[in-house]
């Protein structure tokens, strides 16, 4: 089945307290992003990667650290989490070359809680 | 300046009623990609239907329809036949361009859905 597994699905951590949540997805896909989800206002890309070792910043990328290390992962990174970074994460892949309709797959989503 | 506008919140509806969920967007690239994602309380992103900038007609899945009025940059989502499990938050997105950013979609705000028996 073609699908982007994240896990956790659920992590609560203290302030400063480095953690990683991993993303990993089956359809070999060339673009993978993470997004940040908050109330009012939808979901907002904090990084991408459109390859192995190719990545960038998206709009929200403060806090946050990403590695491509091979296609298939992609996890984020938050070296010393603060409360403001407390959002549901979105991992997210879509294949390259072309144009696509609906080509993209969504992880099932990690509920952060920073205290 | 919002690239997505979603004006409605909050929703209801009585089922087996239509709704319309509205959706501006903004840009002056030429090529662009409509979505639309539904969000259950479970918090997946389920996607429903797209509409390509370039598309003469309007995009349908089965209960869902694109309102594509590209003058007017709006793309609202009909939804027919309300049933009790569209009861969700449902989310409006573009991609502008071929490959921009990762692919990066551009979210709107939202608007919950809220079917009533």
């Known amino acids: 089945e073609a699908q982007v597994t994240q896990n956790p699905r659920y992590l609560i951590t203290v302030t400063g307290k480095k953690l990683t949540v991993t993303c990993s997805q089956n359809?070999?896909?060339?673009?993978m992003s993470w997004y940040r989800q908050d109330p009012g206002l939808g979901l907002r890309q904090i990084y991408y990667?459109?390859?192995?070792?190719?990545?960038d910043k998206g709009d929200v990328p403060e806090g946050y650290k990403v590695s491509r290390k091979e296609k298939r992962n992609f996890p984020l990174i938050l070296e010393s989490p603060s409360p403001n970074q407390t959002s549901l994460y979105f991992c997210?892949?879509?294949?390259?070359?072309?144009?696509?309709?609906?080509?993209?797959?969504f992880g099932s989503g990690t509920r952060l809680t920073v205290v | 300046a919002q690239k997505i506008t979603q004006t409605q919140p909050g929703m209801f509806v009585q089922e087996k009623e239509a709704v319309t969920l509205d959706c501006t967007y903004d840009?002056?690239?030429?090529?662009?990609?409509l979505f639309w994602y539904k969000q259950p309380s479970s918090g997946e992103m389920i996607f429903l239907i797209y509409?390509?900038?370039?598309?003469?007609q309007n995009a349908t899945e089965g209960r869902y329809s694109l309102n594509f009025q590209k003058a007017r940059k709006s793309a609202n989502l009909v939804i027919s036949a309300s049933q009790l499990g569209d009861s969700a938050m449902y989310f409006c997105?573009?991609?502008?361009?071929?490959?921009?950013?990762?692919?990066?979609?551009?979210f709107g705000a939202g608007t919950i859905l809220r079917v009533k028996s």
């Open positions: 997210a892949s879509s294949p390259g070359g072309v144009a696509h309709t609906g080509g993209y797959t």
């Open positions: 359809m070999n896909h060339e673009y």
């Open positions: 990667s459109m390859n192995v070792e190719v990545t």
């Open positions: 840009t002056s690239d030429p090529s662009y990609g």
């Open positions: 509409q390509g900038s370039y598309d003469q």
């Open positions: 997105a573009m991609r502008e361009g071929f490959e921009e950013y990762g692919n990066k979609l551009v």
